[in-house]
């Protein structure tokens, strides 16, 4: 059982408004598979989203029987505080479900004469959303439904002596219920609980089924004796369950369907086999673990098993499994690069001596015995992402057309104009296209709606909105369209951006398998030479997700793929991707886009050198504090380049006001905070890397060793948001290719990132990486005021400054050397961010003082690096904002860290070599 429920429990929630419900769907599913059920699911809309149900078929023997037996459970969770977030529902009703699945594991291996059908219900949560139609077409259909069992709830019993479970039924069902008593106490000595009749209790998918005639029965802990008080919450979770008392509820059901169904005593097929590894037609290493599982309904004869490997017979390992066993083999000898290894196994089911069957299966692998090349050139940078808000630019009304909402900005600047084109909702929530102008930006003069809604009937006969409009010796304008039903992408053009000519729906929603199968919209388009390059939203009804799209004219459009992907599970677009704007500034493809997690809406960044691979860099615009206007969802970035700064317009909601957008403004450039962290490298020379792996830590020895948190990317680039400026920590990381069969090559390079927080005034900073810098770029997280370096090297000029107040041609400070210690002030506290690759290095010390940054990317004893430096090196001076000239003579237990600048005396000439290795 607890195999079962811990896989759902960590899917953190199966809501069903999320895509995890689907996932998990798809889990269920794939178990099921596994026990050789015929497997197919049941979909249905409940609010554009999917409620999936998953239906595992063992038909009956007897041709002459129509009666269908269902055992079942919600595998859909959660929890009335955080739904989209942890919503782990171990007892609600993962519990059920695993009832449910080792019902199936046991049974498959058995022939019924009635058809049993095990089915995990989605959106049971929103008042039986899966079960309820499913019920109603089964009516439809006219199908001979015998009996439904429902296990919602039935694994919470902390009192061990107590070994009841309630049986909920109807009027109707009382006969199922009293069988479903008394075979419990014809088993009791196996099953060791008893059952408790309810009448009434229609509130889960048992319900469906009493609401369209058919006869059912609830199994579930009972309510005022051992009822699970974490219901419903994040703390729902396996560590309260008692295994014992689910595996008992499960065997009552599973008894009472074998005498219901009618088990036929025979044994007519062959043993089956699964989970064969490596897998047919799959890779394998050099001295692989080769193994398969094989089963029967009347069990394997463990002395029949025979395995052969290369047509060798070898001795397997045996482990058992239900009716029968999991037969491996550990390959010592390496086998050739390259070879082709078929492996065979023979068994004997234990079926009577006339049916007794003999069966055999083969599969062959590949064996791939050479590591990859490890990725090359790595580097670590930082990455303005955050954008620094600057408040609202257009409200929404006064006029009718955008009394509700104003949001989804399109944006060019021509001729120091700067043109927006936006979606405003009136106070019936219908959509129309607005313009308005600007001259800074910032102070927008409104010309009402350009773009009205079609005739009725029509594509866009309900609602214009979303569009993406660019200058190409004519406006041209790619809008979201909707008749009511669903959202298509529509086309206009314009000579003066005002009027406007239609010419109906360019990209239309896909096949039922597609992504974008039942919404197109929200596109973002650009001209990039002479190919029309599109963004948008596809919607499926269970996530929202970025594609792309390709034309020559704009008009017809060829599909390409997935360009944004939800996120993982901590992400900030956990649940979904949408409303892309994307700009081409040089090699680069940037995109600002709508994150959902859930709780909230952010608008997100992106990065791509072909506008087809992206690199999520994480956090761009983000709520205000409650009182503000955009306090609420931020989201639909439109987004322009003019004069080196970024504009980043947005759609904000107030918390306090839910239903009303506005269009705010938010600004990047030079001096934006660079907040995100990205490592990037050239892509292993082999051919056969799917995929890299990061090895990441806060401590160097552990990056150094064999330990770290590890993360993996598809790309030749990984980006941490929010680990650059305003974070102090430090960050070391190594990169692996990984190959098919898992070999792992890692770069010797080490990258690493810095930090120092300190107060405003002085303080002694420098990178102990090795590369040299403009000062800009070295100093590029804090807002400094003035800099000051000491050059024991240069005798005539030991002291050079830069100071932000004066002429440019006054400062002779404007490149930092290789380890050099620099005396910064701020008027503001700051965090000193420096990245590079990990190295060893050599420092000159000149006799007397020396300014230099500490070169060791870890801390060290002020002992220890006086020790490495040699006997010269007889003191050492750090900074102390409370001393008279802001520095204290270091005793030999102060810890000396990098980013930080110290000052050391040597009494001759020496030369320092620093070891990171």
Request: proline residues 4%; charged residues 20%; hydrophobic residues 40%.
């Amino acid at each position: 059982m607890a195999s079962f429920i811990q896989p759902l429990q960590d899917f953190d929630t199966r809501y069903a408004y999320t895509h995890y419900s689907i996932e998990a769907a798809g889990w269920i599913g794939s178990v099921m598979e596994r026990f050789e059920l015929n497997v197919t699911y049941d979909d249905n809309l409940y609010n554009d989203h999917i409620i999936r149900n998953v239906i595992g078929e063992l038909p009956g023997t007897d041709p002459n029987s129509t009666q269908i037996w269902i055992i079942c459970a919600h595998y859909d969770s959660y929890s009335s505080s955080s739904r989209y977030w942890a919503a782990p529902g171990a007892d609600d009703d993962a519990s059920g479900v695993a009832g449910v699945l080792a019902a199936a594991e046991i049974l498959s291996d058995y022939r019924f004469n009635d058809t049993i059908r095990f089915i995990a219900w989605g959106g049971e949560e929103l008042m039986m959303r899966g079960s309820q139609p499913y019920a109603e077409k089964m009516l439809n259909e006219g199908a001979d439904i015998a009996g439904v069992f429902n296990l919602d709830m039935i694994g919470h019993n902390p009192d061990p002596t107590f070994n009841t479970t309630s049986i909920c039924t109807n009027s109707e069902s009382v006969w199922l219920a009293n069988n479903t008593s008394n075979i419990c106490k014809k088993y009791s000595d196996i099953i060791g609980i008893q059952g408790q009749e309810i009448v009434g209790f229609p509130y889960s998918d048992h319900a469906s089924f009493w609401a369209v005639g058919y006869d059912g029965v609830m199994l579930i802990e009972v309510f005022n004796q051992n009822f699970n008080d974490d219901y419903h919450t994040p703390q729902d979770t396996i560590d309260k369950l008692n295994m014992t008392y689910a595996a008992n509820n499960t065997q009552m059901a599973v008894a009472t369907l074998c005498e219901m169904a009618g088990m036929a005593r025979i044994d007519d097929s062959r043993p089956s086999h699964y989970s064969m590894f490596p897998e047919p037609g799959g890779w394998g290493n050099q001295t692989p673990v080769i193994s398969v599982c094989v089963s029967d309904a009347s069990d394997i004869d463990a002395s029949s098993i025979r395995l052969y490997v290369k047509g060798y017979r070898v001795i397997p390992n045996l482990t058992r499994i239900p009716l029968g066993y999991n037969v491996s083999y550990w390959h010592q000898g390496a086998f050739m690069n390259g070879a082709s290894v078929r492996c065979s196994v023979w068994v004997t089911d234990l079926a009577d001596a006339i049916f007794r069957r003999a069966w055999i299966y083969n599969w062959t692998f590949a064996v791939d015995g050479v590591p990859p090349a490890p990725p090359e050139n790595l580097t670590i940078r930082l990455e303005a992402v955050l954008a620094d808000k600057l408040g609202m630019v257009v409200d929404r009304g006064p006029d009718n057309s955008d009394l509700l909402h104003a949001e989804r900005p399109s944006v060019l600047n021509q001729d120091s104009e700067f043109k927006m084109w936006y979606s405003g909702a009136d106070g019936s929530y219908q959509y129309r296209i607005h313009y308005a102008n600007s001259t800074d930006g910032l102070t927008w003069t409104k010309y009402g709606v350009v773009l009205d809604i079609g005739e009725p009937d029509t594509p866009d006969g309900v609602h214009v909105a979303w569009c993406s409009v660019l200058w190409n010796a004519e406006y041209q304008m790619w809008y979201s369209g909707s008749n009511e039903t669903t959202w298509r992408i529509m086309y206009a053009n314009s000579s003066d951006g005002l009027s406007w000519n239609k010419h109906g729906v360019v990209l239309d929603i896909g096949n039922s398998s597609d992504c974008d199968s039942m919404r197109a919209y929200s596109p973002s388009v650009i001209l990039d030479g002479t190919t029309y390059k599109m963004w948008y939203t596809g919607w499926d009804g269970i996530a929202q997700r970025i594609l792309y799209a390709e034309s020559s004219d704009g008009l017809t459009w060829v599909k390409n793929r997935v360009a944004l992907d939800v996120g993982a599970f901590n992400d900030f677009d956990r649940l979904g991707a949408s409303a892309p704007v994307v700009l081409h500034s040089g090699a680069q493809y940037r995109m600002w886009y709508t994150g959902h997690n859930g709780s909230t809406d952010y608008v997100l960044y992106a990065s791509s050198s072909n506008g087809i691979d992206w690199i999520k860099k994480g956090l761009c615009v983000n709520s205000a504090p409650i009182g503000e206007l955009d306090s609420g969802r931020i989201e639909s970035p439109g987004a322009i380049i003019v004069n080196g700064t970024t504009y980043v317009y947005y759609s904000g909601q107030d918390y306090l006001e839910p239903q009303k957008r506005r269009i705010f403004l938010a600004t990047q450039n030079a001096t934006s905070p660079k907040t995100a962290l990205i490592l990037e490298f050239d892509d292993s020379t082999s051919t056969d890397v799917p995929q890299y792996r990061v090895r990441f830590s806060q401590s160097l020895q552990a990056i150094k060793g064999a330990s770290g948190e590890l993360v993996f990317a598809s790309g030749n680039a990984f980006a941490l948001p929010n680990s650059g400026d305003g974070n102090s920590s430090s960050f070391y990381a190594r990169v692996s290719s990984v190959d098919r069969v898992g070999h792992v090559s890692e770069s010797w390079d080490i990258l690493g990132k810095v930090g120092y927080g300190f107060v405003s005034d002085w303080a002694l900073l420098g990178s102990p990486f090795g590369s040299g810098a403009l000062i800009t770029e070295h100093l590029a997280t804090v807002y400094w005021e003035y800099v000051m370096a000491y050059d024991a090297h240069e005798p005539a000029n030991y002291w050079k400054t830069n100071y932000t107040g004066r002429e440019d041609f006054l400062d002779d400070l404007t490149f930092v050397e290789a380890r050099q210690g620099l005396w910064v002030r701020s008027a503001i506290g700051e965090i000193y961010v420096a990245v590079g690759r990990i190295a060893n290095s050599t420092t000159e010390l000149e006799s007397g003082w020396n300014l230099v940054a500490m070169p060791y990317a870890t801390g060290m004893l002020a002992s220890d690096v006086m020790g490495l430096i040699g006997p010269a090196c007889s003191l050492i001076e750090g900074f102390d904002p409370s001393q008279t000239y802001r520095t204290i003579v270091l005793s030999g237990t102060d810890i000396m860290q990098p980013g930080q600048a110290y000052w050391l005396y040597v009494s001759s000439k020496t030369t320092w070599l620093a070891y990171n290795y």
